[in-house]
């Protein structure tokens, strides 16, 4: 098993900044590609970003590109976030996810393990 604890959302301006972070306990960390999936009301779960075991790659969905950046820290077992430019559009409940598969995993469905999310709102 592994635990997820996402933190870092809150109400921010459009044009602003926030920095998630999700941290995990449990098995090893570094066994793991973690991404990052977002959810607003009536719509289904949304990829946004993942990161490799090592975090020497990344994928994003287009919608986000050169905003969000993925990133991870394997000694203190912390996936983080970090979103810039924010538009109303990005306004949901952000999801970090374990994945066991060794490739650039888009499907949520297919992950392993869940936080409970964190709230980001966009104000207009």
């Known amino acids: 098993q592994v635990q997820l604890v996402e933190s870092g959302g809150g109400l921010v301006q459009a044009g602003g900044s926030l920095r998630l972070s999700c941290a995990a306990s449990g098995r090893t960390f570094s066994n793991y590609d973690m991404a990052w999936v977002r959810q607003s009301p009536g719509k289904e779960r949304e990829f946004v970003a993942t990161?490799?075991?090592?975090?020497?790659?990344?994928y994003y969905v287009d919608s986000v590109k050169g905003r969000f950046t993925i990133s991870r820290d394997n000694a203190k077992n912390t996936v983080y976030l970090q979103m810039n430019s924010l538009k109303p559009e990005d306004a949901a409940v952000y999801y970090c996810?374990?994945?066991?598969?060794?490739?650039?995993?888009?499907?949520?469905?297919?992950?392993?393990?869940w936080g409970q999310g964190t709230q980001v709102t966009v104000s207009s």
């Open positions: 996810a374990a994945d066991s598969s060794r490739m650039v995993n888009t499907r949520p469905r297919e992950y392993d393990y």
């Open positions: 990161i490799n075991r090592s975090g020497g790659r990344t």
